[in-house]
């Protein structure tokens, strides 16, 4: 159950951030902290110290945790206050399937409006998910995996569908499921991405789609296996 200790983890983590006081700056690092997985589902948000943390009042922060329960990352109860959201599992595969919806849909653009930078991107984006994969790094492979998706799919440049790609991707981002497999799960997971990033190269939307489903067919099934029991997800509705 999340206690003090998450909440200092917090407050830590935002006192070490911009000292800007601006209400954009204050909702940036509240996303921020909350995305990069330092912050576990379920983690409790005490308004008071992250106010004091930032040296403003209460409001600017109590305006910036609604834009955030607006994208589904923040969660408030009467009388237990502002918690970083929790899905239950069902919840959490559906999202998945948005995803995979939306990528698929993007990338069958993006294939073919890529360019020359595109493609340098694209490999620069795989670089670091194949040093993340060497060194071992959970939660570097979480951040470059998501670097490596986005360089495949922005070439599309359909703002709307990436904006409801990204919003759906943040929902999943607190729990970091990434992290929680092991090494040959990662490799496996990394032989999908050159293929990708092979078909991509070459232009080829119906290998890159086909590589894709795979490749979030082996998700799914990965994320179906995530314990249950870390206190991560919500109970079932």
């Known amino acids: 159950m999340p206690g003090p200790r998450r909440r200092s983890v917090l407050v830590a983590l935002l006192a070490g951030r911009r000292t800007d006081r601006s209400q954009g700056a204050i909702l940036d690092d509240l996303r921020a902290c909350i995305l990069d997985g330092e912050v576990p589902p379920g983690s409790a948000i ?11 009042s209460r409001i600017p922060v109590r305006e910036a945790l609604m834009t955030l329960i607006g994208e589904g990352l923040v969660d408030h109860r009467p009388h237990l206050g502002y918690r970083v959201a929790k899905l239950t599992a069902e919840e959490f595969v559906e999202i998945y399937l948005v995803r ?10 993006a294939v073919g409006q890529a360019r020359a930078d595109d ?3 694209a490999a620069a984006a795989h670089a670091a998910l194949e040093a993340a994969v060497r060194a071992g790094d959970g939660r570097a492979y979480h951040r470059e995996s998501r670097r490596f998706h986005l360089a495949l799919i922005r070439p599309c440049r359909m703002r709307r569908l990436l904006h409801m790609l990204g919003t759906a991707w943040n929902m999943t981002e607190p729990l970091q499921p990434m992290t929680h497999l092991g090494p040959a799960d990662r490799e496996l997971l990394h032989r999908d991405h050159a ?9 080829d939307a119906d290998a890159l789609i086909a590589t894709c489903a795979v490749h979030h067919g082996r998700l799914q099934s990965y994320i179906a296996l995530l314990p249950r029991d870390t206190g991560l997800f919500a109970d079932p509705l």
């Open 195 to 203: 293929a990708m990033l092979g078909a991509f190269s070459a232009r």
């Open 119 to 121: 493609d340098e991107r």
């Open 46 to 56: 005490p308004v008071d110290a992250v106010a004091a943390a930032f040296g403003v």
């Open 100 to 109: 995979e919806a939306l990528e698929t849909a993007a990338l069958r653009v």
